[in-house]
């Protein structure tokens, strides 16, 4: 797993949720409003369930004995909130408040939490994982990614479909309960689902970084505008 992961950017976890894990991820997504295609909670809140715990641990000896979760964010691709992501890059991170400091920028507020984009290096650290609560065949919005475009660095917007064409394609299919890692610079984009399905995911990053200057992930304190 973790040389696919540093070779080709992505990989699926040997392990899956099961029993009571995939229960706790299930009601994360209790009471959805519906229309809504995704909701941003609190990293600690994703970093409780035992599922995370879980992958936390095996990704230790690989991240470092800090590795948690610095953001995490539900999905779920439903009739009235379907949509299609087009190829591109994860740039930034949520983190407690805004402070000028070298490196970072621009800063954004999503959903009313801050979020600013990092040094590049800090960023090719990190892993995104996806859990799945949903199968994801062909016909349910599966992620594509681009395999080996984390080592490109940040890639400009002129020379995505360029690097795509270059290095193909993968269809990130996956079971109810499946975990997929991804470098998080790697180059991903996802079709519309097909009417009538749903496809929950809990997306979390994971760092063992601490940021510089004083800045703080947002699982260090409350983000806020």
């Known amino acids: 797993m973790i040389e696919s992961l540093e070779e080709q950017g992505h990989a699926l976890w040997p392990s899956r949720l099961a029993g009571e894990e995939l229960a706790e991820l299930a009601r994360l997504f209790d009471a959805w409003p519906k229309g809504r295609p995704g909701r941003r909670i609190d990293p600690a809140r994703a970093g409780g369930l035992a599922g995370v715990e879980r992958l936390c641990a095996a990704m230790r000896p690989y991240m470092g004995e800090a590795v948690r979760p610095v953001r995490a964010i539900l999905f779920d691709k439903q009739d009235g909130a379907n949509w299609a992501l087009g190829w591109h890059q994860d740039r930034t991170i949520e983190v407690a408040e805004r402070k000028q400091v070298e490196g970072f920028g621009p800063w954004t507020v999503k959903q009313g939490r801050v979020h600013v984009a990092p040094p590049v290096s800090l960023l090719e650290r ?33 020379a995505i479909s360029g690097v795509v064409e270059e290095l193909g394609e993968v269809v990130c299919v996956a079971e109810a309960g499946a975990v997929w890692l991804y470098r998080t610079l790697i180059l991903h984009a996802s079709a519309r689902s097909v009417p009538g399905r749903h496809r929950r995911v809990l997306q979390i990053d994971l760092s063992a970084d601490d940021l510089s200057g004083g800045l703080g992930w947002a699982i260090d304190g409350k983000s806020a505008a």
């Not at 892993?127 to 475009?149: M, Q, Y």
């Open 126 to 158: 990190m892993v995104t994982v996806r859990f799945h609560l949903d199968p994801v065949d062909g016909e349910n919005a599966p992620l594509l990614v681009a395999p080996g475009s984390h080592r490109r660095g940040l890639i400009p917007e002129e």
